[in-house]
């Protein structure tokens, strides 16, 4: 993909669904009692991969474009897969669905692709075999291929060492499976996607933030069934992302962004966009299925930079790459603290955002948890080496719309992953 600088964004976009809560309707309404109803679904290939492990799961998932429809069959209704579960590219499906198959009474084995089997899984191995599942890495290296036999589970109180909704969220879903209840208490809250629509389906499950602190605990106890549901689901703002950035970055630009996502505990962004100095406006705000929603006007600002540190991070990890192209055409210097997640994502996210706004002649210096961005200098055309990770390709996507010259964008169809038809949607701007 070739792109080069452009001048005058303008209308309005749709982005696709949210890519956390896609999952998570799937895998939830899999285990549900009943039919579960999914409106506009992801059609990214790491939640068709979920789709595909729980079809192995012996569940039946229709799917007609973005409409989806499950015939859960409850609790304890999977049955044991014939082969191997093949979740791709996604970190998401592998980490949750450890937890779902930790209460189950057959053995299963999990794999994905090269990228897949490299990140880390010591994080979800350690909690659930303090809860009494038997999980080990095939290749004894603390990642995937995993190999899950039957256990008998207990409810632990677990403190996470770095917020992290995965890790949170495989823990509950194994606490569904456990005698007793189940507690996962985090440093900051991460996103709270499960808690919320867990409740939804009819879990025990409540969460509370620490007095005094910015520690949250979630607490979930085995309930007799959960049942399905109907869910509509928002649009995922970590799309919608490239979106604001471009309104506030390209000259004379207006966009309005429809029915996004805003949950608090993902929308760190907007206050970040905000605190440099973006003209954002969240309109016709309103609430579905317990996540709030709203349509999110963008104009071009002069934008400063700022430092992005502590609780937010959790609530913006997947946005750091668009928020460092947007702190490269920032005045001042931006700095990002406590972000050492971003080594383990698709790629080295520290490495790969510094490498590719080098090539751009940005003045970058990578951390060990982060980055400093000395902004405001023009950025040039470059290749950019994606590494096949879809946020990168979309975020230096919007830096070419910048940039003097052309940009190539390697490999750009890995923005599949989360967002098939980015390079669509920029059409209904031009």
Known sequence: MELTNITGLKG???????????????????????????????????????????????????????????????????????????????????????GILAGQPFDSKISGDSSLNSRPMKRIMEPLTQMGA???????????????????????????????AQVK????????????????????????????????????????????????????????ELYGQKITVPGDISSAA???????????????????GVNPTRAGLLEVCQDMGGDIT??????????????????????HGITIEGKIIPALIDEIPIIAVMAAMADGITIIRDAAELKVKESDRIET???????????????????????????????????????IAMAFSIAALVAEGTTKILDSHCVDVSFPSFYDTFENLL
């Open 12 to 98: 309005e976009v749709t982005v696709p669904g949210d890519k956390s809560i896609s999952h998570r309707c799937v895998m939830f309404g899999s285990i549900a009692k009943g039919i579960t109803e999914i409106q506009n679904f992801l059609e990214g290939a790491d939640c068709l991969a979920t789709i595909s492990c729980f079809r192995s799961l012996g569940i039946e998932i229709e799917k007609n474009g973005t409409s989806v429809l499950i015939r859960g069959k409850g609790l304890h209704g999977l049955t044991a897969p014939s082969n191997l579960l093949d979740v791709g590219n996604s970190g998401t499906t592998t980490r949750l669905i450890s």
């Open 134 to 164: 038997n999980i080990s890495s095939i290749l004894r290296n603390g990642c995937a291929p995993l190999y899950i036999t039957p256990g008998h589970l207990h409810g632990i109180h677990y403190h996470t060492p770095v917020a992290s």
């Open 169 to 224: 969220s495989c823990i509950l879903l194994a606490g569904l499976y456990a005698d007793g209840e189940t507690s996962v208490t985090e440093a900051s809250l991460s996103r709270n996607h499960t808690e919320l629509m867990l409740q939804e389906f009819g879990a025990d499950i409540h969460s509370f933030l620490d007095a005094g602190s910015t520690k949250a605990t979630a607490v979930i106890r085995p309930c007799e």
């Open 242 to 260: 490239y979106f604001i950035a471009a309104g506030l970055l390209v000259p004379d630009s207006e966009i309005l962004i429809k029915e996004i």
């Open 282 to 303: 969240l309109l016709n705000q309103h609430t579905v299925a317990g996540e709030p929603v709203a349509d999110i006007l963008v104009r071009t600002s002069r934008l």
């Open 353 to 391: 955002v510094t490498d590719n706004l080098k090539s751009m002649g940005c003045n970058i210096i990578p951390t060990d948890d982060g980055m400093i961005i000395h902004g405001g200098k023009p950025l040039h055309g470059s290749t950019i080496h994606t590494l096949l990770d879809h946020r």
